[in-house]
């Protein structure tokens, strides 16, 4: 399976999916242009992972800014990852947050509440 | 000009314009203004209250870009609405607003929306808005559905919601609102 590699714009994150350690990096901020447009190759990849690799799968998000089209988007993945879970399969989150960043860590602390697999914020 | 009373709204009240722009609400636009946002004002504004004026202003200049029934082609001949947008503020709040005109069709169920939303606590606007992030956004949605929902929650305040009439055009005024607290200076 290739990896998925996009650089990160002033509008779009930064993407590092890497199928061979399962470490999957966002970083950077998103209001693209079409949400949509962006957002379902990481999705399609992510499922694509799970049923041909079948490995642990650990998300690195290092986020300064999602519009709102962004976060549901997030969201969907994170459900993918919470499917994958509750099927046997090993996942771990870890979000990152600027110290003063309150916006970022309270997102994060809403998507931990609806998961069950480790999801550790952390302050930087 | 009259002098701001006491007694007059917040909006009415003396402010100070940051940032005005009518045109077209198109993504570049947004890129641009963002950048502006993050080069201009980081010490007019805390970190904090930056972040939500970066997400409100994205929201409305999206959504105006989305939905507005004045439009306008691009190059590459897709119809961009546009619209105006204000970024002021006074000793106690950051007000942004956005104006833009709708079709009549789309009075009813925005009114609906907007009065609905504004009607809930905090409790009940974050079950809905975690609700809306697992059902497939409308068709009619263009984005994720959620943004007024989110900017009401992130300014912790009602959206300010007011119909104009003008020869035969109406133009809705969505304001975005921030309380500002003592110590943000």
Same mark, same amino acid.
């Given at each position: 399976?290739?990896?998925?590699?996009?650089?990160?714009?002033?509008?779009?994150?930064?993407?590092?999916?890497?199928?061979? +350690?399962?470490?999957?990096?966002? +970083?950077?901020?998103?209001?693209?242009?079409? +949400?949509?447009?962006?957002?379902?190759?990481?999705? +399609?990849?992510?499922?694509?992972?799970?049923?041909? &690799?079948?490995?642990?799968?650990?998300?690195?998000?290092?986020?300064? !800014?999602?519009?709102?089209?962004?976060?549901? !988007?997030?969201?969907?993945?994170?459900?993918?990852?919470?499917? !994958? /879970?509750?099927?046997?399969?090993? &996942?771990?989150?870890?979000? !990152? /947050?600027?110290?003063?960043?309150?916006?970022?860590?309270?997102?994060?602390?809403?998507?931990?509440?609806?998961?069950?697999?480790?999801?550790?914020?952390?302050? &930087? | 000009?009259?002098?701001?009373?006491?007694?007059?709204?917040?909006?009415?009240?003396?402010?100070?314009?940051?940032?005005?722009?009518?045109?077209?609400?198109?993504? =570049?636009?947004? #890129?641009?203004?963002?950048?502006?946002?993050?080069?201009?004002?980081? $010490? #007019?504004?805390?970190?904090?209250?930056?972040?939500? #004026?970066?997400?409100?202003?994205?929201?409305?200049?999206?959504?105006?870009?989305?939905?507005?029934?004045?439009?306008?082609?691009?190059?590459?001949? #897709?119809? *961009?609405?546009?619209?105006?947008?204000?970024?002021?503020?006074?000793?106690?709040?950051?007000?942004?607003?956005?104006?833009?005109?709708?079709?009549? $069709?789309?009075?009813?169920?925005?009114?609906? =929306?907007?009065?609905?939303?504004?009607?809930?606590?905090?409790?009940?606007? =974050?079950?809905?808005? =975690?609700?809306?992030?697992?059902?497939?956004?409308?068709?009619?949605?263009?984005?994720?559905?959620?943004?007024?929902?989110?900017?009401?929650?992130?300014?912790?305040?009602? *959206?300010?919601?007011?119909?104009?009439?003008?020869?035969?055009?109406?133009?809705?005024?969505?304001?975005?609102?921030?309380?500002?607290?003592?110590?943000?200076?």
């Amino acid at each position: 399976m290739d990896n998925l590699t996009l650089a990160k714009t002033k509008n779009t994150l930064g993407v590092s999916f890497d199928s061979s +350690t399962g470490i999957l990096d966002l +970083t950077g901020s998103s209001y693209p242009e079409n +949400t949509a447009e962006f957002f379902r190759p990481l999705i +399609t990849w992510i499922q694509t992972y799970f049923l041909e &690799v079948t490995g642990n799968l650990n998300l690195n998000v290092k986020i300064d !800014y999602l519009n709102s089209s962004s976060i549901k !988007y997030l969201s969907d993945m994170v459900d993918k990852l919470e499917n !994958y /879970h509750k099927g046997g399969g090993k &996942v771990e989150i870890n979000w !990152y /947050h600027k110290e003063d960043d309150e916006d970022i860590m309270e997102m994060g602390q809403e998507i931990k509440e609806d998961v069950s697999f480790p999801f550790n914020i952390i302050s &930087v | 000009m009259t002098e701001p009373q006491e007694n007059d709204p917040p909006w009415k009240r003396s402010e100070e314009i940051l940032y005005e722009y009518e045109g077209i609400c198109d993504n =570049k636009l947004l #890129v641009k203004f963002t950048e502006h946002l993050l080069n201009s004002f980081e $010490q #007019v504004l805390t970190p904090q209250e930056l972040k939500i #004026v970066m997400f409100c202003s994205n929201e409305l200049l999206q959504n105006m870009g989305f939905y507005s029934a004045e439009r306008e082609e691009l190059d590459d001949k #897709v119809a *961009v609405g546009k619209g105006s947008y204000r970024l002021a503020i006074n000793d106690s709040e950051i007000l942004l607003t956005s104006v833009n005109m709708i079709l009549p $069709q789309q009075l009813d169920k925005l009114t609906e =929306k907007i009065n609905y939303y504004n009607s809930l606590n905090a409790e009940e606007l =974050k079950a809905l808005y =975690k609700q809306k992030l697992r059902t497939e956004s409308p068709e009619d949605s263009k984005g994720g559905g959620i943004g007024i929902l989110e900017i009401i929650r992130k300014t912790k305040n009602p *959206v300010r919601f007011t119909i104009n009439y003008q020869e035969n055009k109406i133009y809705v005024t969505l304001q975005a609102i921030i309380r500002r607290t003592t110590d943000n200076g």
